[in-house]
């Protein structure tokens, strides 16, 4: 599928988080159909759930600030190229999604009038995002280049200070205040970019002897005591369990920021350096068969879902518990629309609908 001097030039882990950011987009996005089974009341089993599959979207930032930063080429060459990459793939699904509405009914004029800076499909939020970030790397590129390495530590410190504002709208300020602090929104998702660049350029010593106690503590600081302080402290000071999930799940959230760092760590330890390794090269051959089908998969993955495996599993998976019936759900569509991926791989004009 793949040619071995391309296979030479890739990376190893970062195909192993490609695929595990889009195999948790699709665990995120297939229980919707029961949706309101499990958020309007509140559900242990959701918090849990959730907590873990809404870091996907942050690990696709990672990835792209792993595999550009520091940029290279000119901004004249780099944002052309890479703009054109993610969107003609997106103009190609974004009328799959349309026409699909036009067939049950749901299509309106407004979707083609607003279809230049939002997407015709929830989910698809990513690719415009990531349209914008492009277009910033080359200047944050010359950023990071100005400051070296103490510099983005010490904006990824800042960063990371400002993932614990969502957590103090019980104990400490109204909910009302969250958009109107000292750093609200700051870097946002630019912060994920950033740092892939950072544990790409310098991974942490997770594992040595000297230093994994510490990183264990970080770790079950972020992942564990505070989201358990979200859930049960501040339901003390009338924060819902709607408004501390969303604060455990912001795009900033020091849950997030860990749960990122731990698997891309973790990821980087296990995986070989090279596809040259010895002894893993059917391991390596999978994940890079399916990590190059991977952005087609996120920009299928709703309307198969939609269209194909909601409908025909209703009757067979209504009775199961929401969590069985979303995990099967998912399992059907990554399989489908990885299989759909593998034949549009073959066409000649491939990179124009799953990108490069």
Known sequence: MISSDKMKKRIPYLDTVRVISCLLVILLHAPMVRFSEYYDTPSTTY?????????????????????????????????????????????????AYLIARWFNGSFTPKFLLSIFFTPVEGALWFVYVTIVIYCVLPVMSKCIHAIGKRGVEYLLALWVISSFIPYQHGIFIGQNQLTHNMFGAFANVYGYVLLGYYLHQYPLPVFTREHWWKFALAFTFGIVVMPLFEFTVQSHFGVSYQEALGAVTSDVSINDIMIATLIFSVVRHFSPESYNTHGRHLFSKAMTGISICTFGIYLAHMLVLRELVWPLTRPYFQSLPWLADGLLCAAIAFTLCYAVMRVVYLLPFSKYIMGR
């Open 47 to 95: 918090c849990f759930y959730i907590v873990l599959v809404t870091v996907c979207s942050k690990l696709f930032f990672m990835l792209t600030g792993a595999l550009i930063l520091p940029v290279k080429k000119s901004a004249r060459e780099f944002i052309p190229r890479r703009v054109k990459a993610v969107v003609i793939p997106l103009a190609v699904w974004s009328v």
